[in-house]
Structures are given as structure tokens and as C-alpha cells.
């Protein structure tokens, strides 16, 4: 059977399940929030938002503007006396990242700085470099996380409540799940209007989210940005850094000969693939972690996106070894956040492991003689399809 129609139809099936009904009284909020959720994705191509934090005395500002799928630009920033003081500055085009930070110094003054240029960094979300922001708001993958840790009885949908003006559903961590968090959406845009995190001893950071503009015209500025402009002479002293994550375009066809196996690459509906990349960790100057790892001899990691307008997926592959654990000590997991929903899909399904964090999913699983791991723009269920479309092909 084709892999497309065969994808098609377990996502058809997976789909109408969940449209079934499922109970009355206490679902129907959560079906409310759900089906709001599910409206969302995939509606946003651009989005600008600021997040005010307060932590005790402390008050932060972020500010966010982003083109989706890989192009962002960030500011954050630390009020002192009063006044916003600029600490940190980030900028993503494509598989390339600038980052300049100058941080505090004593009595409010600037300490020191530094500037990182990181090229050719592997597409992968919530590794700490690609997409590597902290509420990351707006795109397909934000919904559906959301959607799945209320599925999966990490949130539940407690109620509504007015915040300043705006309608909101409130959810709340489950019993028991720490640290405890409540977050408030925007009724009409599925948002976030404020969240909490309550982290013990009566400290509780409160986050307000405001200014969201979707779907403006994201500006074209320069790559890299001009830094001193913003930082001004504190950046002169800066410790300045260039690293390369090594990801570099390959055609398919010569992926067997260079990575030394023959990639799996699913027909996901809708989506066609964009890049591919081979990479050589060992050869990258990435992360320090990397650079301490011992890789087997030809050790090759192989890149897929796929993308359908601005919803994109990264799949990366690379060779089993059972007594390698790269990814459990380098580049990071979505298990050590704040929030997390964890499952096993089933056999026919490769015993794929999926996590849904705040803001974003994974999903890895081992197929033979091959590793993978996938990011990005699907449900939950077109995740666990994707897997079972996986395995068929490994077999």
C-alpha cells in the first residue's frame, strides 16, 4: 500500500476517535479549549509579543518578534533602578544564530561580555540553539503541546477568569506535579495572558504576556545585527566566539555513501521535503560537550526537514549503537522541563517515546539499525502516525 494514503488513513482514523464523545459536565470546558487549540494551528506566520516577568523584587522584559519556521529576533532585558537595562540579544535566520549578552555587573553596572556566531546548527528544536527560546508562543507546535499535556492530564482546565480586560480559560498543573504552574489563555486567540510558577518557600514568578501582533510583515534586518549599537561600549571588551554545528547540505542519493547508511525518508500530507543535511559532530565546534565526546569511527547524523508553509518538521537519523548515549549527555531533552507529559506509543509504532513539554514536542525512536529523533509542527497523533509510517518503511 502507498506510504501516503496508508499515513492518510491512520491519521483519518486517529482523528474521528478523537471527535468521539467523551463524557459530559467537567469535558466540556476542556473540549472548548481543545478544539480552540486545534482551530489555532497553523494560522500564525508571523507573530511579535512581550513577556513581563517578576520574580520577587526582580522584573525582566522580553520582547519577541518571529517568522515562522526559523527566523526570530529577541531581547531581553533587566530593570535596574527603575530602568530597563538590555542583557541579552538573539537573532536566528535560517540554521544560523547570533547571540550577544553583557551581564550584571556590581552596583547595576554592566559586567562582562560576550558575542557568540553559531553557524550551520543542526535542525532540531529544544537542543539549546535552534528556535532556543523560552516561551516560544504562536506556532503549530506551541498549540499542540498545550493540547496534549490537557489530553494527557498534566493541565487541567479549571475555569475561566477575567485578566485585565480579557477572557481567559485557566489551567493548572495536576495535583502532585511540581513546580506548580497556572496559565491563563486568551479566549479568542488561545495566547497565553499570564502564567505562574510557584517554585517553593513562597516564591512564585509571574509572567504577563502583551502586545501580540500576528501575521504583521516581519522586517528584514541584517545578519548578524549590529550589536554595539544596542550594547553600546560595553560590548568593546566582549569575549567573542565562533562556533559551527557543522550541519552541511547533502542530496540523498549520496547519503549511503557518505553517512554509511541509507536514510528513511516518510511522505508526511501536505509537507515535501526542503533541506537535508549531513553532519560529523565530532567535526564541531558547536558545544564544549560535543567537543569531550568520543563518536564511533564514521559517525554520520543525517538531517531531514520537511515543511508546508510555515509548519515545519525536522527529523534527524542517525546510526544505533547501543553502547552510545550521545543524545542522553549532549545536546538536551525536553524530559528535564518544568512540564512535561511523557508516553510509549505502541509496537506497531516502534515503541516511539513522545514528550510534550510547555511550547513544544519530541518524539525519538529506534528502528533497526537507525536512530531517530523528530521535531516540530505535528500533533500529537500525526506524530505517532509518522512513527508507525517510520517502522513500516525500516521493515
Known sequence: MNHVYKFTLLLVALTAALLLPGGCGGNDLMGEVTALLEQR????????????????????????????????RYRFYEYTGGQPRLRNLAVQSGNDLYRASVAPGSSGQAGAAKVETLSNIPPLRCTGTYLALYHLAGNVDYFQSLISLIKGGELEVVGVEDVDGIDTYLLQSAGGLKPEMRIWLDQETGLPSRKELTLGEGRVVVFRYEDFVENATYTEEPFPPDARALFGEQLDTAD??????????????????????????????????????????????LASSEESVKFPEGWREIYLVMRSGSRQVEIRESPYDPE????????????????????????????ASYIAAMDCQEMRLTLGEIDLMVTGDLSREELEVLAIQLKDLAD
Open 324 to 351: 552510545f548515549g550521545y543524545y542522553t549527555t549532549a545536546m538536551g531533552a525536553l524530559s528535564g522541563a518544568f512540564l512535561t507529559g511523557q508516553e510509549v506509543f505502541g509496537e506497531d509504532a516502534g515503541n
Open 240 to 285: 567573542v566566539v565562533t562556533r559551527d554545528g557543522g550541519c552541511q547540505p547533502v542530496a540523498l542519493a549520496d547519503v549511503p555513501a557518505q553517512a554509511g547508511f541509507s536514510p528513511l525518508l516518510p511522505e508526511i500530507p501536505g509537507f515535501e521535503l526542503a533541506d537535508s543535511y549531513l553532519r560529523d559532530p565530532a567535526a564541531s565546534t
Open 41 to 72: 494551528s497553523g494560522e500564525i506566520e508571523t507573530i511579535g509579543y512581550v513577556c513581563m516577568t517578576e520574580d520577587g523584587e526582580r522584573l525582566y522584559r522580553e520582547e519577541f518578534a518571529l517568522r515562522f519556521p526559523h527566523d526570530y
